[in-house]
């Protein structure tokens, strides 16, 4: 595909930071428990000391950031401390966020609570994903897999239905204006809000007789949302993610993961409000990080972490003496020396270096198939008493009110929260 085609609408600040490689510091390991309250404020003291000026009266901020699990440890460890007698003592300094490490499995599984249920597995039988479950966080990479190909065959079957309806737009040529131009008709047609509306006016919103075309599309557009998250997280699109996780709130209330959908909150409210412009710039864009220098392959921060700590863990089980606190610190403050020189004699050596990049199969032939039995199907037309076996009455929309009030009732709990009036304190103050 055309360079050009493919970056429409792709920020050149994106763009550019999508192919820098980051130096990034492994400051090491440390045998402690953040289950624990001692263990989580003893993780905390040993951050702080990175936070600039942190034993003087100019101490600056910084974020960090963590899984959702590790995100409210964090909380209560820096809440607990925060009668102490001195600012270092009570931890201030460190702002935590929340990672997207498990976003993408959660986001799943709220989407596979909606739509997807064993008892009705044609596609997931006929694509040979037997080992996709009910519970995608137990099986990420082949739940993605079954995903993309599923919502890649949806599409191809709208689109021909959208080219059979609309035979005078049917391109000469491939150009850039013509591709635009079916792209635009596309989601006008499938997916946009002004269509939507027009439908809750014919039919009410909360119309149900029609529920395989509801089903069909909610598919496709919450399908790629899916997709556009996992795109924000390879490319580096900060605001993209942050802009994603607005509508997450949406569909974890739905799914009644009201923790996710609460905690969503608790990343968007310190960005768009309570931050200053610094941390709030930091925590947008500090969420992945490249260690290949190409386009789209950043990872995570904290799948990152997780490799480097698997690392260590490796080198710990081949240490031949004590293992002990400060031999295990030793051995994770060494991880980058360590491999550099491990990187170096292998290409001294002519050691070819494994490219660790996944490889997949070819989906075309499936994804082609699929798409052919939805088109003899007609899943996007209505028609009087068509409906799913295990998803009869889909409705077509959300009950927005309803989501409205608990919106706001969370955000008046979590006002209160120490954490937040301490970040509403360090607003008034820069």
Not at 100 to 119: C, P, Q, R, V
Not at 181 to 207: R, S, W
Not at 251 to 266: E, S
Request: proline share 3%; charged share 25%; hydrophobic share 35%.
């Amino acid at each position: 595909m055309d360079e050009k085609v493919h970056t429409r609408g792709y920020n050149s600040q994106v763009y550019e930071r999508d192919r820098s490689c980051i130096n990034n510091i492994f400051f090491g390991a440390h045998d402690l428990n953040e289950n624990t309250s001692s263990g989580i404020t003893k993780i905390l003291r040993e951050i702080h000391q990175f936070v600039p000026g942190h034993d003087t009266s100019n101490m600056l901020s910084i974020i960090v950031i963590g899984d959702l699990l590790t995100y409210e440890r964090m909380l209560n460890g820096i809440e607990h401390q925060k009668d102490a007698s001195t600012a270092t003592k009570g931890l201030e300094g460190l702002v935590p966020g929340i990672a997207d490490f498990h976003t993408l499995g959660n986001m799943l599984e709220a989407l596979w609570s909606i739509f997807y249920d064993t008892k009705s597995a044609t596609a997931r039988n006929f694509l040979n994903a037997r080992n996709v479950t009910k519970e995608p966080m137990k099986c990420v990479n082949a739940s993605e897999e079954m995903h993309l190909k599923y919502v890649e065959a949806i599409l191809l079957a709208a689109y021909d239905l959208f080219l059979s309806n609309n035979n005078d737009i049917i391109p000469s040529e491939q150009t850039k204006e013509n591709y635009n131009k079916n792209c635009d008709g596309m989601v006008t047609t499938f997916l946009m809000p002004a269509y939507q509306m027009k439908e809750e006016i014919e039919f009410g919103p909360h119309q149900q007789t029609n529920s395989v075309p509801n089903y069909t599309k909610n598919v496709l557009a919450l399908g790629y949302m899916v997709k556009s998250f996992m795109d924000a997280r390879k490319c580096e699109d900060g605001e993209r993610i942050i802009r994603l996780h607005k509508y997450l709130i949406l569909y974890f209330t739905l799914t009644h993961k009201t923790k996710y959908a609460l905690y969503n909150l608790h990343l968007l409210a310190p960005v768009n409000d309570l931050l200053p412009p610094a941390l709030a710039h930091e925590i947008t864009w500090n969420r992945v990080v490249n260690n290949k220098g190409y386009a789209s392959s950043n990872v995570e921060l904290e799948r990152e972490l997780q490799h480097r700590n698997k690392w260590t863990k490796e080198e710990i089980k081949l240490f031949r003496g004590t293992i002990t606190e400060k031999s295990i610190l030793r051995i994770g403050s060494s991880y980058d020396m360590l491999r550099s020189i491990a990187s170096n004699f292998d290409e001294q050596i002519s050691v070819k270096e494994p490219s660790r990049r996944h490889t997949t199969p070819s989906w075309k032939a499936d994804v082609l198939e699929l798409a052919e039995q939805y088109k003899e199907k007609k899943l996007f037309q209505k028609e009087k008493d068509k409906k799913h076996l295990q998803f009869f009455g889909f409705p077509y929309a959300l009950n927005i009110k309803k989501f409205k009030d608990w919106a706001i009732e969370s955000i008046l709990k979590a006002s209160k929260k120490g954490v937040y009036s301490l970040l509403e304190e360090g607003v008034s103050d820069s």
